[in-house]
């Protein structure tokens, strides 16, 4: 009798032992859970931190240059600056598209789909479609000169000093689109100079040399 109750009393401090070690475990898992909660949140902390002006920046201005794009070819009857807007909307739409996609795995530029464009861009555009001809051309080759400049200082940075290697690497991709654009924009022709240009002539005679053979006040030796 005596060693059946002392069985119990071992099997009871054995089942309170695992009950006691499984809470314990409980416990260390869910303070392992809450680790690696806080460590994703400070890794996306740190993104936001490093990466995520450049990721909001980024498409704010490739927007910006889709909308011009559009613009121009709406506003323009320059070939020349049609073809180039035709570009613009196409790399940048690609560009837009590609950026979308990174910051949906990083949780970041979650208003991309809302298609705003901030104050400073949007004025541009506003100010550029009160223009036709060559008055918008002149001022859509400065508009693109200026954005592009803008947009591969910042490109470059990221390209640098990027601490995300997917925005880093799609920084560096792109930079040489966007100095290809930059070319161009600088060797557009506008404002008439794609225009035929005419012959300029002036009133003064022309001078002939003289087709006398024999100069006046000369007499002419008789014929032996």
């Not at 490093?50 to 320059?78: H, I, P, W, Y």
């Not at 950026?99 to 795995?105: F, R, Y």
């Not at 990083?106 to 506003?126: C, F, H, T």
């Amino acid at each position: 009798m005596k060693q059946q109750i002392l069985i119990t009393l071992a099997v009871a401090a054995l089942a309170a032992g695992c009950s006691s070690d499984r809470h314990s475990n409980m416990g260390a898992t869910d303070a392992s859970s809450q680790r690696v909660t806080g460590t994703a949140a400070a890794t996306t902390s740190a993104l936001a931190a490093d990466d995520s002006n450049f990721a909001r920046e980024a498409c704010q201005s490739g927007r910006a240059e889709v909308e011009l794009g559009k613009l121009a070819d709406r506003n323009t009857k320059n070939e020349a600056v049609r073809t180039f807007a035709t570009k613009l909307v196409s790399d940048h739409t690609q560009m837009e598209s590609e950026l979308k996609k990174i910051g949906a795995s990083k949780g970041i530029n979650k208003d991309a789909d809302k298609n705003v464009l901030d104050p400073q861009y949007q004025s541009s555009i506003e100010r550029l479609s009160g223009l036709k001809d060559n008055e918008f051309d002149q001022a859509f080759k400065q508009q693109a000169i200026q954005d592009h400049e803008k947009a591969i200082k910042l490109f470059e940075k990221q390209a640098n000093q990027g601490t995300d290697a997917e925005l880093k690497a799609f920084a560096q991709k792109h930079l040489a689109h966007l100095r290809e654009h930059l070319s161009m924009a600088q060797k557009l022709e506008v404002g008439g100079q794609t225009e035929t240009k005419t012959t300029t002539t002036t009133d003064e005679p022309i001078q002939t040399p003289s087709t006398e053979k024999n100069p006046p006040n000369q007499e002419t030796a008789p014929p032996k």
